[in-house]
Each structure stands twice: as structure tokens, then as C-alpha cells.
């Protein structure tokens, strides 16, 4: 998440009641978690483990709750819950701001460009060129809409991160991440109708120029298309995920988090992706396998009954040899 | 479903036309379906199959079409068609109100929540404190929405049951049954957009404190989750089943309908669970089993090829001994 | 798709630029796709595998790019560019509209019938008697609403096609092409919440009389469905597919493009149908098969350890022969 202007370090160190280790001096241009971080970003970090790498990654600014060794251009912003932090900040610059009219005063729209009755349009949003936006669509705050795009009927643009940290105590509770992000729709998309595509909780949540998407598709936060992808109805793409370009998902297939679809792979209906899988080939199954590999065991599975009767002979049963 | 007040045992007869068979002095707080009813409530049977059990059950009127023994306490109400005679008593004290406006006048909403543009609030709904509904959300009649709660765009809550009752004379057709129930949603619930949770046929659909649902979930009557529940997208559960606590179902997950998953119990995604499953323990496939027993099945699988080699070697087909 | 009147052939050419080779003298009533034309009809073909076809089918003028042998009573239309020329009849004769009001002026609704809040009717929409339809139900131009119906909120009727031609320059990019057709939903039909039911590319999409649909359906474009189906939530159905009447489809089935699922099959939850399967049998898989094959394929899947022990037996390793 970018903030809107650079913000002075100590801005921040006193909206989060942090002590400066290091250079007071800085200014950061944004907040994101550690696989999205620029140089200029905060970024946070609560557990050991995770320390090296935080310290270490292209972040100017640590947040942390324990003084560690750490480059001499970077700071560390020490405070007790560095979650919590992170909250305090995505809260301050990007503040809840309840829509109060259909189509915000903030939001903009290009020329030749139709917005139709019962769509509702977020605070900051951009909507390009020549674009359709059908009834009852809803484009929530900061997310940017390209060229030439048709958004159908009651799909959702911009919809809160299902992003949630376990807590533990006597029982299990869960406590919402807050999605600092946007989506970004690139020129020329098409998007069917009811579909669901979340911002990015620190980063963005891309749908490539030229892809086309089909109807009741889920797109998770931070999840990048590539261009001219092709998705069938009922698709389901989780968080983080890396869908490159030209890629083919047909019917109810889902995808994970987190792991990348190669360019030009092709996954069947109703097939499942749980782990990155290389482009150029056609995949089938849940979970997936190569296509023509998931076919013959098909038809294997099928020759059972044939090994069952060879190794055990009906006669065996009574056999008196 | 409970009647907004007490109703005589008269009224209800007169309402449906049915002989009373017992004591005419009783009144009925509700009428419902045989695995909800509580004393003082209504409950109709038409099969001589199911009498025992509905006569026996915890319902103190019978609405049925045929004399049949029944303790002193109770009463009969005797009728040629008890389904119809249901049907009646629903429309009658939950009448089709078709909403004239937005936001109905008799819904309430508490202190710090707020309704966004084209949001649809229905008649007698009523709202917590410091809940967040977003645009183009709709909340059908009679709902009770709790404190804390998000509920995204495009969502609705109250649709009517998917639940019909089959005649077949010369060709299949389906009739409904009316839903009578409501949808509650306690507190601190989160739920995507595009969702659809479908109100209480009898009883209520009820979504536990501190349950998380992500986008595209369907939810169906007289279902209730637990509290501290995960739903990831496009999990799909049907009518009348249990969630207990602290469940997690992974995206994609149908679940059928009137059986249990225990608590805790994690469902991996693209599963589809067709019976009772205990908590505490990890599920996958379609049907499910548990989740380690499948992935060493998929893994048993890719050893036909070499059973069969073994069975039947090649050599065999051509050999000569 | 049918023109509004009888359009002369002159008129066709001039539009599209087409020489007109036979005679000029006929009308044309509409243009469709070779599966769907009838006598009287434009149809369009731009690849020499299938002139035969078209010039043989019921329509009686073919958009061509080629002169070919034709017979006397019809007339070929000579274009470059074949599928253009009937974008540009659609684009004409079903010219986009966006809509300026939640209800067009030019929609029709019947005594009886009551529209919700939010709900948006399109432009020439007819909607006939005793029909509700819930808030924020979207149903686009041209569509077709029976009497009896129940649609319930936020499902969308009459959205666009996904149906685009690939085109493969340097890199693939998509062409939409323009639905003309629309939805017809018969009577008696029942629609759940958050569905999407897409128009006609060339044909119309059909509910028949007496289905029910629960929520979160898909229906992709010229797709037609049989009296008194029954869809369970979560179903999708892709483009150009016959489910014939009193089929029944479980939670989150998905059926693939242009097949026939004959009269009173039923597919069982999560079931993924390829190709076409004939009426009067139950079915269970993805790919599917006869249920009852396929629930024996389960069981003798976890024979293949049993096999395994038999034939490489654990004392056959260090064995010593």
C-alpha cells in the first residue's frame, strides 16, 4: 500500500507509540508485507523467525518487537505488537469511509464511458475510457477500472481481504487483517456477472489487459492475471496467487494461494491447483496432474477388478488344489 | 417458526378448516418441522410412517390426517392435507410482504452501524451495533443481524429455502414450502460478497459468533454454524446441517445437507462431505475420507501400471514357456 | 436472433458491404448460428470445412467468403470478413442501450406481478402476471419473464455471453461476439439468489415451465433446460447445452458446452458431465459415470494394497528363493 504522500518516519513512530532505532531522519513511501516490499516501505515483522528476512528484504523500516542487528541506511521502529501496528497505519491513511451516495463525488470517469442504474461507485475510483459498467455492479474506494472494460451485472470490484490472524486464548478467534490494497483492472478485460474480486491487503489485486472472465468468479487479495487469460464460470483463485499470461482456466476449477500458473497452461473443469504448475501444458484433476497422465490412470483404475480375478482366482476361494 | 404472539387452538383449526380431536382449550406459541418442535408447538405429518414419531415428538398439536392414539396432554388436528395446512399458518402469520421501499420502516439498525448505498433492508430486520453493511446487500424480513458484524456487497440474507415438496400425477412437479424461519447472524460474523444464506424453513439459519465467510458462499435453511468458524470462498453447505465450532472449510467444499461435522474438523478444498464427519481431525476428497487415508490412496493409485506389469508381463502375452 | 420485421436482402449487403450472389430479391427474419438457423434465416460461415454445412442447413442466406456452388432458392452474401459482417447485423438490429432508469419504459410487467427495491428491468422486457421479483434482481433487454415466476435477489438474467473468437497474431488476444438472443424464463419457474442466466448469443437461453433453481446457478448462453428440472445450489451449466425435462442436477455440478443430459437423469453433488448422458439413470464423478460403477470403483480402489501384498509380498524382498 502506497501512501498518498511520504511520510516522515516520526510521523509514523508517534502514531504507533514506536521507539526509533537507527536514522530518525527517513520518510516512508508505503506499508506491505515482506513479498511485496519496496525500497522506502515499512514493513513488519513479530516473529524470530521471520527477523533475518524482514531486515534483509528491500523494506527501509522495520517494525519489530525485539532490537536486532540491522544495515546501517535502514531503522527500526520498536514496538510490543507489530500487528497491530500495521493496523494503526492502514487505518490512519487509508480510513473507513462509509459511501454516502451511489456514485461517490471522488470516484472519475472517462469519456464514452456508461455507468448503469443501482451501480455504486467507491470514494477514489478511477474508471477509464469507453468501459460498461452493467446494474447493480459495486467498485469500491481507490480501485482503478482501465479502457474499453465491461464489468456485468452485479459483479463485486474491491471487496475487504478474507485475510484473518488465528488468536489462540482459551478458544480459537480470528482478527481481520485490514486491506490497505486496490484492484486494478487493466484496459480491455471483460468481467461476467456476480463475480467477487478482493483488493489487496498491501499490494494489488491485477486482472491483466485483455483477460476475460466468466460469471461467479472468485479472484482472491493480491492476486496478479496476466494478459489475456481466458476464465470460466465459477472459478475460484485464492491470495497471492500468480496466474501468468494466457492462461486457460475452464469451469469450477480452483486454485491456492500463493503459487504461480505458468503461461499458456490450460487446467480442465473442475480440476484443483494446489501447488505451482509449470506453462505450455494441459493439467486435469484435483489435485491436478499432467492431462494425459490423470486420463490413463482413469482408465487403470478401471482394470482392478481384472488384476483382483487374476491374483485371486475365484477357485482359490475353495480351492482344494 | 415462532407466532409473533400466542395463538388459541380454535384460530388455527378455524384457519385450516381441521376437526380438533382432544382438548379445544390449548393456545400454540409455533409451528415447525418434526426435528425442531418445542412443546407448546404445531407440527404436521401426512405419512402413517411418521405419526409415532410426530405424535411422540416434543410438538403439543398435530396437524394429521388420520385418528390415531395421542397422549392426554395433546391434541389433534385432523385435516385431508397437512402439508396444505401447514402452508396456510405460514402465510397467515409470516404474510408476503413485498417491500416498498430501500430500507423498510419496522427495520431498526443500532448505535455506529452503517447501511451503504443500495443496500435493501427488510421488513422487521433487525441490526446490531457497529456493523458495516455494504452496498447492494439485501436483508429479507424478520433477519437479526448481530454487534460487529461485516457483511460485504451484493450479499443476501433471507433468500427463501430450496426446498420443495415432489407431486408426481402424470408428469414431476415440484410445489415449495414456504419459509417461515429467519437467518441470525450473531455477533463479530464477517461474510464476503456475493454470499446467499437462505432463512429458516421452520427454524432459524444461524451463523455463530466470530465465523468468518469469505466471498460466493451459499449457505442453506435452517443450517447453523458454529462460532469461530472459517467458510472459504465458494463452500457451498445445504439445508438443515450442523457446523460445529471452529470448523474450517477450504474453498470450494460442499457440504450435503441434515448431518454434523464435528468441531474442529478441517475440510480441504474441492471436498464434497455426503455423511456425518467427527471433529478434531482433517477430511479430503469427494466423498471425503480422512484426509491422510486419500492422499495415500492417490498415491496407491499410480501402482496399477505396475501390478500389471507384474500380473500379466509382457512377455506372457507371446510366451512359450 | 429474430429481427424486429422482415429485412430485405439489399438491405443486409448494404449494411455489412456484401455482394449478393443469386437472387436480390428475398427478405431475411433473422440470423443465427448453424445449429439454431431456420428457413428464412442469415447464417455466417468463414472456413471452408464447414460451407457445406451452411449452405445446406435450413437458412437461406449464407454470409460467405468464397462463392460456391448454392442452391437456386437461396443466396450467398459475399464478405471478407464473415464473422464481422454479423457483429455488425447484431450491433444494428440489437444496438446497445445503456439503460438510463432502474426501470426501462419500454418494460412490460403483468397484473400481479410485484418488482422489489433495487431490482433493474431492462429496456423491452416483458414480465408477466403473478411474478415476484426480490430486490437488486437484475434482468437485461429483451428478456422474457413468464407468469408464476419467483426470482429471487440479486441474480442477474440476460447477461452477455462468454463466447469469443481467439485470434492469434504475435500473441492471443479475444474477440467478444454480440449477443443478440435473450432469456425466456417459463412459467412456474423458481430462480434462488446471486444466479447468473446468460442471454443467447444467436438463440435464446430457456428455464422451462416448472423448474426450480437454487442459488449461485450458473446458465451460460443458448442453453436450454427442460420443464420441471430441478438445479441444486452452486450448479454450473456451460453454452449451448439441452438438460432435458425432470433432470436433476445436486450442489455444484458442473456440465460442460453443447450436450444433452437426457429426460430424468440425475447427477449426483460435485459431478462434472463432459459429454452428453442419456435420460433415466443416476450418475456420480467427474468425469461422471453410472453411479452405481462408479461408488464400486471407490470400493475397489482400496483393494490395490490387498493386490500389492499378494504380489510383491513383504518376505519376496530379502527372500532367498
Known amino acids: 500500500m502506497r501512501f498518498p504522500t511520504i511520510v516522515p518516519l516520526t510521523e509514523i513512530a508517534s502514531l504507533i507509540g514506536a521507539q526509533i532505532i537507527g536514522s530518525k531522519q527517513g520518510a516512508a513511501s508505503g506499508i506491505n508485507e515482506i513479498h511485496k516490499v519496496e525500497e522506502g516501505d515499512l514493513v513488519f515483522v513479530d516473529h524470530p523467525k521471520y527477523y533475518l528476512k524482514c531486515i534483509n528484504s528491500a523494506a527501509t523500516y522495520i517494525i519489530i518487537n525485539q532490537v536486532t542487528d540491522f544495515p546501517a541506511h535502514k531503522s527500526l521502529l520498536l514496538v510490543d505488537e507489530p500487528f497491530e501496528a500495521y493496523q494503526k497505519i492502514v487505518a490512519h491513511y487509508r480510513p473507513f469511509m462509509p459511501l454516502q451516495k451511489t456514485i461517490s463525488d471522488s470516484a472519475n470517469t472517462g469519456e464514452g464511458t456508461f455507468v448503469m442504474p443501482g ?30 472494460v465491461i464489468i456485468q451485472s452485479g459483479t463485486v470490484i474491491g471487496s475487504d481481504a478474507f485475510y484473518y490472524n488465528k488468536k489462540t486464548t482459551r478458544e480459537v478467534h480470528y482478527k481481520k487483517m485490514l486491506s490497505g490494497g486496490r484492484v486494478v483492472v487493466e484496459d480491455d478485460v471483460e468481467i461476467g456477472a456476480n463475480c467477487t474480486i478482493d483488493r489487496g491487503v498491501s499490494g494489488d489485486t491485477v486482472i491483466g489487459a485483455g483477460t476475460k472472465i466468466d460469471n461467479l468468479v472468485h479472484i482472491g487479495h493480491d492476486t496478479v492475471i496476466g494478459k489475456n487469460c481466458l476464465l470460466a464460470a465459477q472459478v475460484g ?30 487446467v480442465y473443469a473442475q480440476s ?29 483404475m478401471k482394470r482392478i477388478p481384472v488384476l483382483w480375478e487374476k491374483v485371486f482366482p475365484p477357485s482359490s476361494k475353495g480351492g482344494t488344489g
Open 237 to 266: 483463485i485464492a491470495g497471492a496467487t500468480t496466474i501468468e499470461d494466457e492462461v486457460i482456466l475452464w469451469g469450477q476449477v480452483g486454485v491456492s494461494k500463493t503459487l504461480t500458473i505458468g503461461k499458456g497452461a490450460e
Open 272 to 300: 484443483g491447483v494446489p501447488a505451482t504448475i509449470e506453462g505450455g501444458r494441459k493439467y486435469f484433476g484435483s489435485p491436478v496432474e499432467d492431462a494425459m497422465t490423470k486420463k490413463k490412470e482413469l482408465v487403470w
Open 119 to 148: 451501480a455504486v461507485i467507491g470514494n477514489h475510483v478511477q474508471i477509464g475510457k469507453d468501459t460498461i459498467i452493467y446494474p447493480n455492479v459495486v467498485i469500491m474506494d481507490h480501485c482503478i477500472i482501465g479502457n474499453n
